[in-house]
């Protein structure tokens, strides 16, 4: 299904993204005919796009609704050109192996402008990424490109010093949208810079679901309803991946973003959790829990869940055999390197997680892949660094890695022009949270309480995951 959104229609999403989140997302960006500087507008909060020219419909000191000027970035200046950087060689640290070959068509173009400039790649899998990359890093002046997670990892480095001071940068200040930067900031400071604008919410078969004549589930219970018709039907619902816990934690998000009444009581909800006040048998978070387990008795999982791994779980949806793929826009690339037929088929959807068609939040939207410098490289090193950073955040490079690999991104002046990043754009018409999961600061916290969610989808009780999670989290705090 080759959709394209209409301007109008991407004015209408854009407008509806304003009024309902605090992060404004990169979708493609151009003037619609005849909007102009000062001319007149009728949808206050309407905007033409995320360039560094881009316009929002807002009131005049008159009280007269026009085009105006919105400031995307921390600065009302034009994006600057990359830097120099000096001869020398640097490693960029990071865990998107997916990406691997776009990221070295952009190394190409930097080491062709920068003679005697050499970047190599070095990737792990996620787990490990999280696990060991920050201590390896720490002793090694050549990893001068170091991406973090948001959340805990991202804390754990600038704890720890790791993370270089960008706030100064012009790079920084002109070239990225400032709604989006607050994942890589700390105590004041600019100590990385988020490139992915993502959306942890599920990718759903297009033509699966119009085939079968389904809606869009928009509740609780629709969600219930889908996942028993799917399975009616042959389907594995949900290609959930419980076999691998950074994947299978995906749905997390949305399952909490709706577990209080306000930002600030999640937040301190969370922070009970993860610093050992609350136990994770507390209400709210058993509520939760027990909803993983109407699901799961909905047949919303596949056999044998926990077993699950994240290919078995992607070649589940890539082949047809699954319609949900719960996870988010960050799998839409490893999905095409699949089938390249799913190309244009697949779209995203909130998954709301109460029976409120009014909840406050519908869907997920998150900021990461934070690239930030290292401070324990070498002088020379963090110069080529920083050049390189700049380099990937230019539009040009920016665009080319947002369509090469299927991700919004956080940069100005970007053109998007793949298929599958059009076709997400009904999640703009969502009500978006920034991903509550990464709330948790304490990594070794949350992984007990997913393993203990996991354990729920795969059989067990409630309360006896929930009881057995506490007694390991109680142990893991001392």
Not at 189 to 201: I, W
Not at 368 to 374: C, M, S
């Amino acid at each position: 299904m080759k959709q394209r959104m209409s301007a109008k229609a991407f004015k209408l999403a854009i407008a509806g993204l304003f009024a309902v989140s605090a992060t404004i997302v990169p979708i493609t960006a151009s003037f619609a005919v005849g909007e102009t500087l000062g001319q007149k507008c009728t949808t206050e909060g309407e905007s033409t796009g995320t360039k560094s020219t881009s316009l929002i419909c807002k009131k005049n000191s008159s009280g007269r609704l026009v085009w105006a000027k919105v400031k995307l970035s921390d600065s009302n200046l034009a994006p600057i050109k990359p830097l120099r950087a000096p001869r020398g060689s640097i490693e960029f640290w990071h865990w998107r192996a997916e990406d691997k070959a776009v990221f070295e068509q952009i190394i190409s173009e930097f080491e062709a402008n920068n003679p005697g400039v050499k970047v190599t790649q070095v990737i792990s899998n996620s787990a490990d990424y999280t696990a060991t990359a920050l201590n390896k890093v720490a002793s090694n002046k050549k990893a001068a490109v170091v991406t973090t997670f948001r959340g805990s990892q991202f804390n754990q480095a600038a704890t720890a010093g790791l993370l270089k001071d960008l706030s100064s940068e012009q790079f920084v200040k002109r070239n990225v949208i400032k709604s989006m930067m607050g994942a890589g900031q700390y105590n004041g400071k600019q100590l990385g810079v988020p490139l992915q604008s993502l959306f942890n919410d599920p990718v759903y078969n297009i033509a699966i679901f119009k085939k079968e004549g389904w809606k869009l589930p928009k509740t609780f219970n629709d969600w219930l309803g889908y996942c028993k018709a799917a399975k009616a039907a042959g389907y594995v619902p949900m290609a959930w991946m419980g076999g691998f816990r950074p994947q299978a934690g995906q749905i997390i998000n949305s399952a909490l973003m709706n577990t209080a009444s306000t930002d600030a009581l999640l937040t301190s909800q969370i922070t009970a959790i993860d610093t050992g006040k609350d136990a994770i048998t507390i209400k709210w978070f058993k509520d939760m829990a027990e909803k993983y387990a109407d699901l799961r008795d909905a047949g919303c999982f596949p056999d044998n869940p926990k077993g699950v791994t994240e290919a078995a779980g992607n070649t589940l949806f890539a082949t047809g055999k699954s319609p949900i793929l719960p996870t988010g826009s960050f799998s839409m690339g490893g999905i095409i390197a699949l089938n390249k037929e799913m190309s244009g088929n697949m779209g995203l959807t909130g998954m709301n997680w109460t029976n409120d068609v009014n909840a406050r939040y519908t869907g997920i939207t998150n900021n990461t892949f934070i690239l930030g410098i290292n401070t324990k490289a070498g002088r020379t090193e963090q110069k080529i660094a920083r050049a390189f950073i700049s380099h990937l955040l230019s539009g040009p490079m920016a665009t080319l890695y947002a369509n090469g690999t299927k991700q919004h991104v956080t940069v100005l002046d970007v053109d998007y022009t793949d298929e599958n990043l059009r076709n997400t754009a009904s999640i703009m018409s969502e009500r978006l949270v920034l991903a509550p999961r990464f709330i948790f600061l304490n990594q070794g916290v949350r992984d007990i309480l997913e393993d203990a969610l996991i354990a729920i989808v795969g059989g067990e009780s409630v309360d006896k995951a929930l009881e057995d999670g506490a007694k390991l989290i109680k142990q893991k705090l001392g």
